[in-house]
């Protein structure tokens, strides 16, 4: 008998009479909440909705129970409405149904509706019940823009209605539990019977409770998405299968799709989940039953097979590329995405599991460099990872140790050949190592953590040095700031900069921020979000690099640029090349009617001089004008 009809027949026997439970007064655990929390962020980023809420209300007001941290969302926590203003939530609950509003503005009975002050045009909302039928409120999601939510988004909608709703019932469980063992306490003669039988819907539950747990350990080794053992389980199992193979004839083949996160920036996170599940069926389906198999990240996977000779790894390799490159169709899209592998053998580079996998991890990021499908690892990649190794034990320190400095390179005017201004470049000075180019050690920062305070250092140094200069320049001097894609898309980005130019007392029109494609190509959102918050308070934006990624028109139609930045490959072969003679020009001539300022970067020779200042380039910076320098000489050769 279900647990719930088990208490109903204690009070139908007249046993402890009613049980009447105050819903009001039935607190959400820390716990249960943490969950709804995820849950919302994680329907946010699903469906790609600016907000998604749960909704608490009460006997005269609606109120923000908990809402999704996601970027342009007004609804804070506690937020509250009171009722009979028309809310879309308060219909939900009225009418105990789902409202679905694609725009708002284009209904006349909605057209009024309160969250039109905040942008919110669309909704999509359900309700949430305690089992008694009290209303305890809404799950929605809303949108700034017009939106038909999809039968597969309101069916996950759904979904996460039917979990939190469970959730309430347990919950309302307890509180039941709670308000019959107080009646217990008061009936002990009569209570015996009822709690055997409470007391074997206690078993049940810690018998469920140990399934749970078992599910828990699973997933302890096992990816939740594909069901392929994770990076730790295979490390034990490659380890088993070397000691237990003498000699450790085995080759290990880590491998990982190209550009996945585009997939699931094109396609949306179920496009690409469907993809992974689909890509792992594909190989499995050839593989033999003592291969090793597992995922070991995002879409990086690693395969183990023993006594492998050249013919089948080949033959592995070859059908490992055919199943990636063979087109994918799932639902409406057919999509085609290629694969790079590394491979690594034991016992010839190891016949240690970790560093196999380690060893076959590094030969993929050359494959993945080079744009070749599979590299053998050789010892030339292990000199590439002792010499990272060495780059990064001494990068560590190299910061406190005042290795670091920045040089400026000054812009020049090209209408009066006079200085408006310097780019900051960041300079890494090794008492071993020498003088190390930042091609070599930024990636590194950024993989190892270190580029967050590494950028705070080119940004402090740079901005107090600019405050400086700016004293002693005309109105328009002002510096340029390359920014790294980890350091943008902390969101509180725009806030810190707007607080150091406070701290400097640096006006906001003197600072430029740099900016590449691969910082658009991680988040739209969030780049959108924080190009506008620096505009807004004065500072200049420029994408650098411009012409050399693949979407680089795209990005002009989508964001706000202050500047373009003609990319110095397009410049150095200016005089011997048409084609890159015309692009120059074409670019020069899209930044000037889109009323941007254009800068070419590179210019070494007159010649190339003459040729921008023939099609009225703005700016143009480069060994011609001046080389990076330190603070001193800059201040010396161009303020003096």
Request: net charge negative.
């Given at each position: 008998m279900?647990?719930?009809a088990?208490l109903?027949k204690l009070?139908?026997?007249?046993?402890?009479?009613?049980v009447?439970?105050n819903t009001?007064?039935i607190?959400?655990?820390?716990?249960m909440f943490?969950?709804?929390q995820?849950t919302?962020?994680?329907?946010?980023?699903?469906v790609?909705?600016?907000?998604?809420?749960i909704?608490?209300?009460?006997a005269?007001d609606?109120s923000v129970?908990?809402t999704?941290?996601?970027?342009?969302?007004?609804?804070?926590?506690?937020?509250?409405?009171?009722?009979g203003?028309?809310l879309?939530?308060?219909?939900?609950i009225?009418?105990?149904?789902?409202?679905?509003?694609?725009n708002?503005?284009k209904?006349?009975?909605w057209?009024?509706?309160?969250?039109?002050?905040?942008?919110m045009?669309?909704y999509?909302?359900l309700?949430?019940t305690?089992?008694d039928?009290?209303?305890?409120?809404t799950?929605c999601m809303l949108d700034?823009?017009?939106?038909e939510y999809s039968?597969s988004?309101r069916q996950?909608?759904?979904?996460?209605?039917n979990?939190?709703?469970?959730?309430?019932?347990?919950?309302y469980q307890?509180?039941?539990?709670?308000y019959?063992n107080?009646?217990l306490e008061n009936?002990?003669?009569k209570?015996?019977?009822?709690?055997?039988?409470l007391?074997?819907k206690?078993?049940?539950?810690?018998?469920?409770?140990?399934v749970?747990?078992?599910?828990?350990?699973?997933?302890?080794?096992y990816?939740?998405?594909?069901?392929?053992?994770?990076?730790?389980s295979?490390?034990?199992?490659?380890?088993q299968?070397?000691?237990?193979s003498?000699?450790?004839?085995?080759t290990v083949i880590?491998?990982?799709l190209r550009?996945?996160?585009s997939?699931?920036?094109s396609y949306?996170y179920?496009?690409g989940?469907?993809l992974l599940q689909?890509?792992?069926?594909?190989?499995?389906?050839f593989?033999?039953?003592?291969?090793?198999?597992a995922?070991?990240?995002?879409?990086e996977?690693v395969?183990?097979?023993?006594?492998?000779?050249s013919t089948?790894?080949?033959?592995?390799?070859n059908?490992?590329?055919t199943?990636?490159n063979t087109?994918?169709?799932?639902?409406?899209?057919?999509?085609?995405?290629?694969?790079?592998?590394?491979?690594?053998?034991a016992?010839?580079?190891?016949?240690?599991?970790?560093?196999l996998i380690?060893?076959?991890g590094?030969?993929m990021?050359?494959?993945?460099?080079n744009?070749?499908?599979?590299t053998?690892?050789?010892?030339?990649?292990q000199?590439?990872?002792?010499?990272?190794?060495h780059l990064?034990?001494?990068?560590?320190?190299?910061?406190?140790?005042?290795?670091?400095?920045?040089?400026?390179?000054?812009f020049?005017?090209?209408?009066?050949?006079?200085?408006i201004g310097?780019?900051?470049l960041?300079?890494w000075n090794n008492?071993?190592?020498?003088?190390?180019?930042?091609d070599q050690?930024i990636?590194?920062?950024e993989?190892?953590?270190?580029i967050?305070e590494?950028?705070n250092?080119?940004?402090?140094?740079?901005?107090?040095q600019?405050?400086?200069?700016?004293v002693i320049q005309?109105?328009?001097?002002?510096i340029?700031?390359?920014?790294?894609?980890?350091?943008?898309r902390n969101?509180s980005?725009?806030?810190?900069i707007?607080?150091?130019?406070s701290?400097y007392?640096?006006p906001?029109s003197?600072?430029?921020?740099?900016?590449?494609?691969?910082?658009?190509?991680?988040?739209?959102?969030v780049?959108?979000?924080?190009?506008?918050?620096?505009?807004?308070?004065g500072v200049?934006?420029?994408?650098?690099d411009?012409?050399?990624?693949?979407?680089?028109?795209?990005?002009?139609?989508?964001?706000?640029?202050?500047?373009l930045k003609i990319?110095?490959c397009?410049?150095?072969n200016i005089?011997?090349?048409?084609q890159d003679r015309?692009?120059?020009?074409a670019?020069?001539a899209?930044?000037k009617k889109?009323?941007?300022?254009?800068?070419a970067e590179?210019?070494?020779?007159?010649?190339?001089?003459?040729f921008i200042?023939?099609?009225e380039?703005?700016y143009?910076q480069?060994?011609?004008y001046?080389?990076p320098?330190?603070?001193?000489?800059f201040?010396k050769s161009?303020?003096?």
């Amino acid at each position: 008998m279900p647990y719930k009809a088990e208490l109903k027949k204690l009070q139908y026997d007249h046993l402890f009479g009613h049980v009447d439970i105050n819903t009001s007064q039935i607190d959400v655990p820390d716990d249960m909440f943490n969950g709804w929390q995820k849950t919302l962020d994680l329907l946010a980023e699903i469906v790609d909705s600016p907000a998604v809420l749960i909704m608490k209300v009460t006997a005269t007001d609606i109120s923000v129970f908990t809402t999704s941290n996601t970027q342009g969302n007004p609804y804070n926590r506690h937020d509250s409405e009171v009722l009979g203003n028309g809310l879309y939530c308060e219909t939900v609950i009225k009418n105990q149904s789902e409202l679905h509003i694609p725009n708002a503005l284009k209904d006349p009975e909605w057209d009024q509706n309160p969250d039109i002050k905040l942008g919110m045009i669309a909704y999509c909302g359900l309700p949430l019940t305690w089992p008694d039928k009290t209303p305890f409120g809404t799950i929605c999601m809303l949108d700034n823009q017009e939106r038909e939510y999809s039968q597969s988004y309101r069916q996950l909608l759904e979904r996460f209605q039917n979990g939190i709703n469970a959730n309430l019932a347990h919950l309302y469980q307890q509180s039941e539990l709670q308000y019959l063992n107080q009646i217990l306490e008061n009936n002990v003669q009569k209570r015996t019977t009822e709690l055997a039988k409470l007391s074997e819907k206690l078993i049940k539950e810690i018998e469920e409770r140990r399934v749970i747990e078992d599910s828990v350990d699973y997933y302890k080794s096992y990816d939740a998405l594909t069901g392929l053992p994770n990076r730790l389980s295979f490390i034990s199992s490659l380890t088993q299968q070397l000691n237990a193979s003498i000699p450790a004839n085995t080759t290990v083949i880590y491998f990982g799709l190209r550009n996945f996160k585009s997939i699931n920036n094109s396609y949306g996170y179920v496009v690409g989940d469907k993809l992974l599940q689909l890509f792992t069926q594909r190989v499995q389906s050839f593989l033999s039953s003592d291969t090793l198999f597992a995922r070991v990240a995002g879409a990086e996977f690693v395969i183990a097979q023993p006594k492998c000779d050249s013919t089948d790894e080949i033959q592995l390799i070859n059908q490992i590329i055919t199943s990636s490159n063979t087109p994918f169709t799932i639902a409406e899209f057919t999509i085609t995405i290629p694969c790079c592998m590394g491979i690594a053998q034991a016992p010839s580079d190891s016949e240690n599991a970790a560093e196999l996998i380690q060893k076959a991890g590094a030969a993929m990021d050359i494959s993945k460099v080079n744009g070749s499908p599979y590299t053998f690892f050789t010892k030339q990649t292990q000199l590439n990872i002792e010499q990272r190794y060495h780059l990064e034990s001494n990068l560590v320190d190299a910061l406190k140790n005042g290795e670091l400095s920045l040089n400026y390179q000054p812009f020049f005017c090209l209408k009066n050949n006079k200085v408006i201004g310097a780019e900051a470049l960041l300079r890494w000075n090794n008492p071993i190592l020498g003088n190390v180019p930042p091609d070599q050690f930024i990636n590194l920062a950024e993989r190892n953590g270190q580029i967050n305070e590494i950028g705070n250092f080119v940004l402090h140094t740079a901005i107090a040095q600019a405050a400086k200069w700016f004293v002693i320049q005309p109105q328009n001097f002002r510096i340029a700031i390359n920014i790294s894609p980890v350091q943008f898309r902390n969101s509180s980005f725009a806030e810190h900069i707007e607080n150091l130019l406070s701290l400097y007392n640096l006006p906001a029109s003197a600072l430029e921020i740099e900016i590449t494609e691969g910082i658009l190509l991680q988040d739209e959102h969030v780049a959108q979000h924080t190009i506008k918050k620096l505009q807004q308070f004065g500072v200049r934006v420029s994408l650098d690099d411009f012409g050399t990624g693949y979407s680089s028109l795209s990005y002009l139609q989508k964001y706000s640029f202050n500047t373009l930045k003609i990319d110095r490959c397009f410049i150095t072969n200016i005089e011997k090349n048409e084609q890159d003679r015309e692009l120059s020009k074409a670019i020069i001539a899209i930044g000037k009617k889109l009323d941007m300022h254009v800068i070419a970067e590179g210019v070494e020779t007159q010649a190339q001089d003459d040729f921008i200042k023939s099609e009225e380039c703005d700016y143009g910076q480069g060994y011609l004008y001046g080389k990076p320098v330190t603070a001193d000489l800059f201040e010396k050769s161009y303020f003096s």
